[in-house]
C-alpha cells in the first residue's frame, strides 16, 4: 500500500530544535496518523497522532511532547510533520511514522534517527 518515507532526523543540543517530515507515497486523507519513537533498550511509544481528515484531524500527545511537539499534515502533499522543540537528551530515540489504514492494519516507515547531545 502506502509508502512511508521519514526525514529531518540528526544531531541536535539540548533546548534546539527539529522538524520531521514523513513523505507517503499516496494520499493519507483517509488515514490516522501517528509519530512514534523508540529508544535502547525502550519499547516503542506514540509521541503523537492525528486523526484522518475526514474525521477532523484531531490530535493526541503524549505527556513528555505535550508543549514541545507539534503534529500537523498537508494532505495535499501527502505528507505529516512532527515539529519539536526544547530537545532534552531524553528524547534520543529513532522515529517512526505511523499509518491507520481504515481496515485496522498499521504500516510504519524506517524510521529517522534523532540524537540530543551537547
Known amino acids: 500500500q502506502v509508502q512511508l518515507v521519514e526525514s529531518g532526523g540528526g544531531l541536535v543540543q539540548p533546548g534546539g530544535s527539529l522538524r520531521l517530515s514523513c513523505a507517503a507515497s499516496g494520499s493519507i486523507f483517509t488515514y490516522d496518523m501517528g509519530w512514534y519513537r523508540q529508544a535502547p533498550g525502550k519499547q516503542r511509544e506514540l509521541v503523537a497522532e492525528i486523526t484522518s481528515a475526514s474525521t477532523g484531524s484531531i490530535i493526541t500527545y503524549a505527556g513528555s511532547a505535550q508543549g514541545r511537539f507539534a503534529i500537523s499534515r498537508d494532505n495535499a502533499k501527502n505528507t505529516v510533520y512532527l515539529q519539536m522543540n526544547s530537545l532534552k537528551p531524553e528524547d534520543t530515540a529513532i522515529y517512526y511514522c505511523?499509518?491507520?489504514?481504515?481496515?485496522?492494519?498499521?504500516?510504519w516507515g524506517r524510521g529517522t534517527q534523532v540524537t540530543v547531545s551537547s
Open positions: 505511523s499509518l491507520l489504514s481504515v481496515s485496522g492494519t498499521r504500516s
